[in-house]
Nanobody, 120 residues
Framework: QVQLVESGGGLVQAGGSLRLSCAAS????????MGWYRQAPGKQRELVAF???????YYADSEKGRVTISRDNAKNKVILEMNSLKPEDTGVYYC??????????????WGQGTQVTVSS
């Protein structure tokens, strides 16, 4: 089993910044992609950004220029830096990882979520 533990959420004023962190632990052979999703109240979960094991990144159009995703492969950790936050960024942020627990087994895991609230 693999566990993803997030930290760094909270309440921030519009225009402020937050740094989310997620650490993976457990039966990890390798981790392919790591990423962050957001679920706003009453809406579906949506991708914010992801990063591959090689460091390639993808950002949702709405996030480009405001967020930066980075990764520490040695620590199985992914970081999301968010700047110029807007009230519409409010939601629960979930860490996601696609993990090989064996050379052949690839599985998707989710963290428990961390709340981000941006006040206007």
């Amino acid at each position: 089993q693999v566990q993803l533990v997030e930290s760094g959420g909270g309440l921030v004023q519009a225009g402020g910044s937050l740094r989310l962190s997620c650490a993976a632990s457990g039966s990890i052979f390798t981790i392919n992609t790591m990423g962050w999703y957001r679920q706003a109240p009453g809406k579906q979960r949506e991708l914010v950004a992801f990063i591959t094991s090689g460091g390639s990144t993808y950002y949702a159009d709405s996030e480009k220029g405001r967020v930066t995703i980075s990764r520490d492969n040695a620590k199985n950790k992914v970081i999301l830096e968010m700047n110029s936050l807007k009230p519409e960024d409010t939601g629960v942020y979930y860490c996601n990882a696609r993990v090989r627990t064996t050379p052949l087994g690839l599985y998707e895991y989710w963290g428990q979520g961390t709340q981000v609230t941006v006040s206007s």
